[in-house]
């Protein structure tokens, strides 16, 4: 059967993770006001609240893990909150690398595992939008001792660690996605998942995406009336049924345009579309460039045409 948690995560290609331990005593708070890379936190010892641009504050407290695959700004603060008009204490940075906040001295009250990675798919941005905005797990021990594996791999310098830290990631990704209660999850890929009729919709559009689907095809399927299905669809998705079939496709065709595998006609088949001019028509209006231009454009020197070469 088709996993398409398993194929998104795949076409993503995590990688390139960084992690350091933050601790904190007293009140704090730091932000992060220009988006970086995508972001995750285990909290190993007290607590604190993460707030996202205007969304209500979320509480963390020690064995929650929190995951956030799109890059975007965010502030974190203490439980303790700071005074009005005090500004926070400024991060200092030990001479093991760890981070402290808040009071510079006296004993601990917080202590996290933080850390960034990235997708090195090209198409990153278009795959992350099928992933809920945040992934939070709470009392997951197993999920702790996958972040803490990566943090060890990480400062080694032994062979293959750059391998190793690539699988560990890829299985710190879908043991959290998998782990999350679909109830609690924002609109996207995981909590249609969790429900039952949409889950079944959406593994047949990875099974067959080559299918010429239809909303009420897509709506039998669930076993719902069109305007059900589409209203539920949507909600837990957070996109359209036919705008969630696209972007697979457009994935999965960016995916082996890069590879090089077929001409335009072959993919535009393996991917849907009944002719080339149909799959060119709507792979331009989705990406911005013509899939030829496209695939030269992604190219690497190690599958370029010899001909090509002065």
């Not at 090195?120 to 702790?144: C, E, F, K, M, W």
């Not at 690539?166 to 609109?187: F, G, K, N, Q």
């Not at 072959?266 to 028509?281: C, L, N, P």
Request: glycine share 8%.
């Amino acid at each position: 059967m088709t996993d398409p948690f398993a194929e998104v995560v795949a076409l993503l290609q995590p990688g390139a993770l960084r992690s350091k331990i933050v601790c904190g005593a007293g009140a704090w708070q730091i932000k992060r006001t220009e988006a970086g890379l995508p972001f995750y936190c285990v909290i190993l010892e007290g607590g604190g609240h993460l707030t996202m641009g205007d969304a209500a504050p979320i509480p963390l407290q020690q064995g929650d893990f929190i995951l956030i695959p799109a890059a975007r700004s965010f502030s974190f603060a203490s439980l303790a909150p700071l005074p009005p008009g005090q500004p926070s204490p400024s991060a200092v940075v030990l001479s093991d690398g760890t981070v402290r906040l808040g009071q510079q001295t006296g004993p601990l009250d917080y202590r996290a595992l933080v850390g960034h990675f990235d997708f090195g798919s090209p198409d990153a941005t278009l795959l992350v939008s099928l992933l809920p905005d945040q992934i939070l797990v709470r009392g997951q021990a197993r999920l702790a001792t996958l972040v803490q594996l990566v943090a060890e791999e990480s400062r080694r310098t032994l062979p293959a660690r750059d391998m190793i830290l690539s699988r560990l990631l890829e299985v710190l990704m879908l043991e959290s996605l998998r782990a999350t209660t679909s109830t609690t999850a924002s609109p996207g890929l995981l909590r249609g998942l969790g429900d039952e009729r949409i889950a079944a919709v959406l593994r047949q559009i990875h099974e067959t995406p080559t299918r010429d689907w239809s909303v009420v095809q897509l709506a039998s399927a669930a076993g719902l009336s069109r305007s059900a299905f589409f209203a539920r669809f949507t909600a837990a998705v957070g996109m359209t049924p036919m705008e969630y079939l696209l972007t697979w496709r457009m994935a999965l065709a960016k995916n082996l345009l890069r590879r090089r595998e077929g001409g335009v006609a072959q993919i535009a088949a393996r991917v849907g579309y009944g002719s080339a001019s149909a799959f060119t028509t709507a792979f331009t209006r989705h990406v911005g460039t013509p899939p030829t231009q496209y695939a030269r454009d992604e190219e690497s020197p190690a599958t370029a045409p010899i001909l090509d070469n002065p």
